[in-house]
C-alpha cells in the first residue's frame, strides 16, 4: 500500500538556520513526489515534484529536495530560512495515472526572526 | 492563465441537512479533477477524482458523492450531512503531476 509519512509535526528554528524536513513514503513502483505549502487558512501552493531524472530539484521560493531511494525519502531543504517560511508543509505521492495523491499529515513550521 | 474557483467560501449546516459544494476551472481544457477533505489542522484526504466529463471515481467512501456535470465543473455533495464531514473541503486540476488547488471551502456541521 502507498503511504507518506512526516516523522516530525512540528519543527521550530530560528531565522537564517537551514531547514529540512523530512519526508519517506512507501510505494512499490517508481514514485512521483511533491512538496507543497499551506500558509494558515490558506489552501494548497504547489513548491516542487520530483518525477524522474536528478534526485535534487528545485521548487519556488528557493526550495530544494532531495529524493533518496536508497532510504524511499524526498526531504525538503532551504538555506537560510526566513520567518515568512513558517506554515505547514505537506509532502505527497502520486501513483501512477494522475489518479490518486497521498499526503503525509504534514510538518508545522515555525522559524523564529 | 487558469483559475480555480469554489463555492461557497463557508458554510454553516445541520446534521442531516442537503450539501453541495461547487468547483469550476477556467483556462484549462479537459483537466483531470480532485476533491480533497481536510479535518481541522489534518491531512489531506483525496476523495474523488475524474479525467472527464460524466466519469467519477470515488478513492474513499464518506457518505458523500461527486459529479461532473461539464468540463468545467466539479461539484461535491451529500443528501444528509454528518458530523464528521465539518472540515475543509479542496478542489483541485492537474496538469501533468502538478495539481493546483482551489481556495477551499469550509463547512462546519452543527
Known amino acids: 500500500a502507498q503511504s507518506v509519512d512526516q516523522p516530525d509535526a512540528h519543527v521550530t528554528l530560528s531565522e537564517g538556520a537551514s531547514l529540512e524536513l523530512r519526508c519517506s513514503y512507501s510505494?512499490?513502483?517508481?514514485?512521483?513526489l511533491f512538496w507543497y505549502v499551506q500558509y494558515p487558512g490558506q489552501s494548497l501552493q504547489f513548491l516542487l515534484k520530483?518525477?524522474?531524472?536528478?534526485?535534487v530539484v528545485k521548487g519556488t521560493k528557493g526550495f530544494e529536495a532531495e529524493f533518496r531511494k536508497s532510504n524511499s525519502s524526498f526531504n525538503l531543504k532551504k538555506s537560510p530560512a526566513h520567518w515568512s517560511d513558517s506554515a505547514k508543509y505537506f509532502c505527497?505521492?502520486?501513483?501512477?495515472?494522475?489518479?490518486?495523491?497521498?499526503f503525509g499529515k504534514g510538518t508545522s513550521l515555525t522559524v523564529i526572526p | 492563465a487558469q483559475t480555480i474557483h469554489q463555492w461557497p467560501v463557508a458554510e454553516i449546516k445541520a446534521v442531516g441537512s442537503p450539501l453541495s459544494l461547487g468547483c469550476t476551472i477556467k483556462?484549462?481544457?479537459?483537466?483531470?479533477l480532485y476533491w480533497y477533505w481536510q479535518a481541522t489542522g489534518g491531512t489531506l484526504q483525496q476523495l474523488f477524482y475524474s479525467i472527464t466529463v460524466g466519469q467519477v471515481e470515488s478513492v474513499v467512501q464518506l457518505n458523500l458523492s461527486a459529479s461532473r456535470p461539464k468540463d468545467d465543473q466539479f461539484i461535491l455533495s451529500t443528501e444528509k450531512l454528518l458530523l464528521s464531514h465539518s472540515g475543509f473541503y479542496l478542489c483541485?486540476?492537474?496538469?501533468?503531476?502538478?495539481?493546483?488547488f482551489g481556495p477551499g471551502t469550509r463547512l462546519t456541521v452543527l
Open positions: 510505494y512499490s513502483a517508481a514514485p512521483y
Open positions: 483541485a486540476w492537474s496538469l501533468d503531476w502538478e495539481q493546483f
Open positions: 520530483y518525477i524522474t531524472g536528478d534526485t
Open positions: 505527497a505521492l502520486g501513483n501512477t495515472g494522475y489518479q490518486n495523491f497521498y
Open positions: 483556462g484549462k481544457s479537459s483537466p483531470n
